[in-house]
């Protein structure tokens, strides 16, 4: 079994353009991003998966600085994106994570690809916290990559393209699709956000003070209980 980690980042974001590359505590949210999901010890490689427009040039030149595997493809068509991407890795399983995600925490990553491994699934996610206890913004999701194969091969709708695994929750019924709660009573704080997705969001976390380093925790203290 051969785990991949694709990243999915641009700089075209509408509600907070450029926001990869807005500095949190010194270093930008796409370094948070890459940084945090190279923790999680089950994964093996890496890809940012990034629009071959030129805006995007500044942000695949950074995460290339950083070593980290950059692939570049449609802007628009996410999914033709995820599969050129991963294609030629011969990778088993593909774990989508997205780059608005700078608190991602790499244990709870960890603790997807195990549950996905122990569990006979197609679709396994922490990532939605009104379906479980995850506070927003600390998980991800994981498939096979012959059901991204699958996928790139069936899928002919443009929402299906952009939204990249929409695919299997608008077709739930052919898919067995599972998450869970996280092992961890502590994180169990669905009610709070920490993913990036305005303005308000980012000044959230720019106003608190901590490292690149934090435990979920150790967030969950820092901001107390927020609803």
């Given at each position: 079994m051969k785990t991949v980690a694709i990243i999915q980042a641009r700089l075209g974001s509408t509600?907070?353009?450029?926001?990869?590359?807005?500095?949190?505590?010194?270093?930008?949210?796409?370094?948070?991003?890459?940084?945090?999901?190279?923790?999680?010890?089950?994964?093996?490689?890496?890809?940012?998966?990034?629009?071959?427009?030129?805006?995007?040039?500044?942000?695949?030149?950074?995460?290339?600085?950083?070593?980290?595997?950059?692939?570049?493809?449609?802007?628009?068509?996410?999914?033709?994106?995820?599969?050129?991407?991963?294609?030629?890795?011969?990778?088993?399983?593909?774990?989508?994570?997205c780059a608005d995600n700078p608190l991602i925490d790499g244990n709870e990553i960890g603790n997807l690809i195990t549950f996905y491994k122990e569990n006979s699934c197609d679709y396994a996610y922490n990532h939605i916290p009104k379906d479980n206890l995850y506070p927003d913004g600390l998980g991800a999701e994981i498939i096979s990559f012959d059901l991204l194969k699958h996928m790139h091969e069936v899928v002919t709708s443009q929402h299906?393209?952009?939204?990249?695994?929409?695919?299997?929750?608008?077709?739930?019924?052919k898919f067995i699709i599972k998450t869970f709660d996280p092992l961890n009573r502590e994180l169990h704080h669905p009610q709070m956000k920490f993913d990036v997705d305005t303005f308000d969001d980012y000044h959230k976390l720019a106003m608190r003070d901590f490292s690149i380093d934090v435990s979920s925790q150790e967030l969950i203290k820092i901001f107390g209980e927020e609803k």
């Open positions: 509600r907070l353009p450029y926001k990869m590359m807005l500095s949190l505590h010194g270093k930008p949210i796409i370094e948070w991003v890459i940084k945090r999901v190279q923790k999680a010890q089950l994964l093996d490689d890496i890809i940012v998966a990034i629009p071959i427009s030129e805006d995007n040039d500044i942000l695949a030149k950074y995460i290339t600085k950083l070593g980290v595997k950059v692939f570049r493809g449609s802007e628009s068509n996410v999914l033709n994106r995820f599969y050129e991407a991963v294609k030629n890795e011969n990778a088993t399983h593909i774990v989508r994570i299906h393209k952009e939204h990249c695994l929409s695919y299997i929750w608008d077709n739930k019924e």
